[in-house]
């Protein structure tokens, strides 16, 4: 994996949820036509004029497009996001906005913005024997980030300043759960403990810069993940019981119904 390019420049959605595309970051502009796919349990459509940034792309299935489908599609490693992404806490908000909804639909002004952007990404990659080929890259990518920033303030509006100590709560709870803790704990205690903080400071925390409290997102990750694991059919439902730590099959399939909207079965039907 260490040896895989830092950047890879797609024009179909096919093989998003594929294995060559876990540990990145895609990055999409839809050009003309739609596609539709699952994210989250929900069927969304991508359509002329949107843009859809996916920071782990194994969690969308069932991609379907048109026959006049168009689309760029820019994937970014994530050391590699890392080092292009501004220091701005702005970023921590666009995360989460974009972890419940990927799409954000652009007005004319800001499609014309998002199209110049890949196309100097793209006119940019292709000159590999640029000495400073890979920081040409990191500007090119940033001013994509910067302008993707841009859309989401004016879309969701530019929220007040975050302070440094809440914008290091949330980046570590953040931290936690995508690195997958949620697969063994999922009580808010365990998260608390590890960032230092109370259960309800964290709470708090979470829900002033997310409006959502943390056991929302705690739980929002692992349904996310329980959805994608119940589409592989190479694992029986009693080895995803295991990887999640639960005492119970039985505990297992409640907890799908309560949190999936269905029985365990219904996503393998």
């Not at 540990?23 to 843009?51: D, I, P, V």
């Not at 490693?77 to 908000?93: D, H, L, R």
């Not at 001013?143 to 989401?152: G, N, P, T």
């Not at 589409?231 to 399939?253: K, V």
């Amino acid at each position: 994996m260490d040896n895989r390019p830092d950047i890879i420049i797609e024009n179909t959605l096919t093989e998003i949820d594929s294995d060559r595309f876990v540990g990145y970051l895609a990055h999409a502009f839809c050009r003309n036509g739609y596609s539709t796919f699952t994210f989250n349990n929900e069927q969304l459509r991508f359509e002329a004029g949107n843009c859809l940034i996916l920071t782990r792309c194994n969690t969308v299935a069932n991609v379907v497009q048109s026959p006049d489908f168009m689309v760029d599609v820019v994937y970014v490693a994530q050391p590699f996001i890392e080092v292009c992404t501004p220091q701005s806490n702005y970023g921590m908000k666009g995360h989460l906005a974009l972890f419940n909804n990927p799409i954000m639909q652009l007005n004319p002004e800001q499609q014309e913005v998002c199209m110049l952007n890949f196309d100097y990404i793209k006119r940019r990659y292709a000159f590999t024997n640029h000495h400073f080929h890979r920081e040409a890259m990191i500007n090119a990518i940033q001013r994509m980030i910067i302008d993707f920033f841009d859309f989401h303030a004016e879309l969701y509006g530019n929220e007040e300043k975050v302070t440094s100590q809440y914008s290091q709560i949330m980046d570590g709870f953040l931290a936690l759960l995508e690195r997958g803790d949620y697969h063994e704990n999922r009580e808010i205690g365990y998260y608390a403990d590890k960032l230092c903080v109370t259960p309800k400071y964290l709470s708090e925390v979470t829900k002033k810069l997310s409006g959502f409290p943390a056991n929302y997102w705690i739980t929002r990750y692992t349904a996310l993940e329980i959805s994608r694991l119940l589409r592989d059919r190479s694992l029986t439902l009693t080895e995803i019981s295991d990887r999640f730590n639960f005492s119970s099959p039985s505990y297992f399939t409640r907890y799908v119904q309560k949190y999936l909207g269905a029985n365990p079965m219904d996503f393998r039907e």
